[in-house]
C-alpha cells in the first residue's frame, strides 16, 4: 500500500477510535472527566505525571504547590512509582496530599514486585511514602520481557495483589510497559483481570511498534481503562520541533484514552496543560492524516521513542 494510502485509512482508523469511549461523563472546572474502564471511577483526562514532580532541581514547594493546584483546578488522576527518583516522588506527593488533598485524589503508583517479597515491600514502602492507608490503583510497571510475564503469573504475586485488593489496601490493579506491544498482549492473553493498561501514546508510536493500533483495540473490547503516557515522547516530539505540545495532547486525547499522564515540572508546565485539556476537541479525520503524514519519517526506526525495543 502506498504510503499515502496507508496514512489514510489509518487516520480514518483513528477518527473511528475517537468515536468510541471519548465521551465525558462530566466536566469539573472546565476539565473534561472519562471512564477508567471496568473501574467505573471518572478520571480527569489530564492527569499528573509523578517522576517530574520529584526532579531534583524542582523544590519541595514547587512540587507540593503543582500537585495541589492541579487538584484545585479540577485534576483528579496521579500517577507515581515507588522508584522515580529514589521515592522523592511519592514523598512529596505524600505531602501534598495533607490537609485534606487526599480525598480529592485518585491515587495510583507502580511497582516492580515481580513476586511476593518485593511486591509486598514496594507496597508497604509506597504507603508509608505517600501517607495513605490505601492506592486507588497499583500498577506493575515497566513489563518489559516475555520472562517479567511469566514471573508475574507463576511466583503467586497475583493471588497477594488480590487479596490486599480484598482486604481494601489497593482498589485496583492494572500494570505498565514501553516497549513492545507483544508482550502487553501476553499479559492480558494469560487470563488475569486486569482493570487497567498504561503504555505509551503519541503520533509517532502511531507509526513504530505501536501500542495505539495493536492493544487499544484489545483494550476496548474488554473494557480496561486505558491510561496514556509519553504523549510527547519523553520531550522528543516537542524538542525536535516535529509537532507542537498541542498537536501532541490533543492527537492523544483524540484517542479513547481514560486520562493522559503528563510529565510537569513547573506551575507554567501545569497552567498550559490545563488550558489545552479545557479547550480540547477531538481532531478530524483530516487533520489527523495532515498529522501522521507530517511525522512519518519521524517516527521510523523508533529512534525519538528511546524506550521501545529496536527492531
Known sequence: MKRRDFIRNTAATVAGMSMVGLSSSFKKDGIPYRTLGKTNLDVSLIGVGGHHIGDRHISDETSV?????????????????WHYNSGRSEELMGKALLDGYRKKAILMTKHHGRDVKTAQEHLET???????DYLDLWQFHEIESLDAVDKIYSSGVLDFVQKKK????????????????????????KGFDWETVQMPINVLDHHYLSFSQEIIPILQEKN????????????????EKIASIEECLRFSMTLPVSTLVSGMNNLEHLRHNLEITRNFEPMTEKEIEVLLNKTYDYAQGGKHEWYKDKV
Open 65 to 81: 504547590k503543582l500537585i495541589r493546584e492541579a487538584l484545585d483546578s479540577g485534576v483528579n488522576f496521579l500517577d507515581n512509582a
Open 126 to 132: 509506597s504507603l508509608r511514602r505517600l501517607q495513605t
Open 166 to 189: 480484598q482486604d481494601g489496601v489497593i482498589r485496583h490493579i492494572g500494570f505498565t510497559g514501553h516497549s513492545r506491544p507483544d508482550i502487553h498482549k501476553a499479559m492480558l492473553d
Open 224 to 239: 480496561i481503562g486505558i491510561i496514556g503516557m509519553k504523549s510527547v515522547a519523553s520531550g522528543a516530539i516537542v524538542n
